[in-house]
């Protein structure tokens, strides 16, 4: 037995679906301010895709002083239910190319440039260890990643390194990174010295940094970072696996003599909709 559907009510469909389509709408309207910062309109069209591709908001939160990161500009990670999460430092990180900078390392992620799985032999499982462990990815993977999409930044009128070169610049000027430099021995100056030849646009800064570190004696450091940043520019990664493997020849070069470091087969792992890749990089011991 058929059962017709009264004309009225076919009617109120019609007139709700729209309503129901326009408020759909309204959720994935491109946000203009994040962290209280209004954003250009490129920002808002990476920030737009950066929701889109993990079908998540981007969640904002603050860098606390506890954290052990108070001394970054930003950082950012993808939580285990997939919402990607940028954290702002609220002294001098609430700028749009720190926010920039954070969501770009989301598009790579999207890409599959990996985040690494440290593996060390059980004796090394110590907290002092996996601190340094995370400090390299600070010092040594980092810099390589932004050296891929700084260019591509720059080239639509933000710097995403502009917070990093101002603070640099000011540590220069009041003598404090003079004072820095005293203490740092030969491989702390040639990961500084990496870090600023990948990531640093302005050249008469880089050549003030030289002639610093040359007026403190520290061109072994120089030498050596300039080493390690020319594995970089000499390779050019332009994808996932050419990156982590420009990342393993810096490292064994890094620890050349004392670990070798080697790549396993990549992994992922499933955070909500994002799949994450994983690199394992083993270190080991050369004793």
Not at 49 to 76: C, P, T, Y
Not at 81 to 94: E, F, H, L, T
Not at 111 to 133: C, H, S, T
């Amino acid at each position: 037995m058929a059962f017709l559907v009264p004309a009225f009510t076919i009617l109120l469909f019609l007139f709700i679906l729209p309503i129901y389509y326009l408020n759909t709408q309204e959720k994935r309207k491109t946000r203009n301010v994040l962290f209280g910062v209004t954003l250009s309109h490129k920002a808002k069209s990476l920030l737009a895709e950066v929701e889109q591709i993990f079908d998540k908001e981007v969640r904002e939160e603050w860098l606390k002083e506890d954290d052990g990161l108070a001394s970054m500009s930003g950082n950012s990670k993808v939580d285990d239910d997939g919402v990607p999460i940028i954290w702002i430092n609220p002294a001098y990180g609430r700028k749009i190319d720190v926010i920039v900078h954070e969501l770009y390392h989301f598009k790579l992620r999207a890409q599959g440039y990996p985040v690494i799985q440290w593996l060390y032999p059980k004796y090394m499982d110590a907290e002092a260890n996996g601190a340094i462990l995370n400090q390299l990815n600070q010092q040594m993977y980092d810099p390589i990643l932004h050296y891929i999409f700084y260019h591509e930044a720059r080239a639509w009128g933000i710097d995403p390194g502009e917070t990093f070169e101002g603070r640099t610049k000011r540590a220069l000027e009041d003598n404090s990174l003079a004072t820095i430099f005293t203490n740092m021995d030969k491989e702390a100056i040639g990961l500084y010295y990496f870090k600023i030849r990948l990531e640093v646009n302005d050249p008469v800064l880089l050549q003030l940094l030289e002639k610093l570190l040359e007026r403190k004696q520290k061109q072994s450091g120089i030498e050596f970072g300039k080493r390690l940043s020319q594995i970089v520019i000499g390779s050019n990664p332009q994808s996932p696996e050419q990156d982590i493997k420009t990342l393993v020849d810096c490292l064994n070069a890094l620890y050349e003599g004392k670990f070798h470091f080697k790549l396993h087969s990549w992994k992922f792992r499933q955070l909500g909709k994002h799949r994450q890749q994983l690199a394992p990089i083993e270190m080991q011991p050369l004793w």
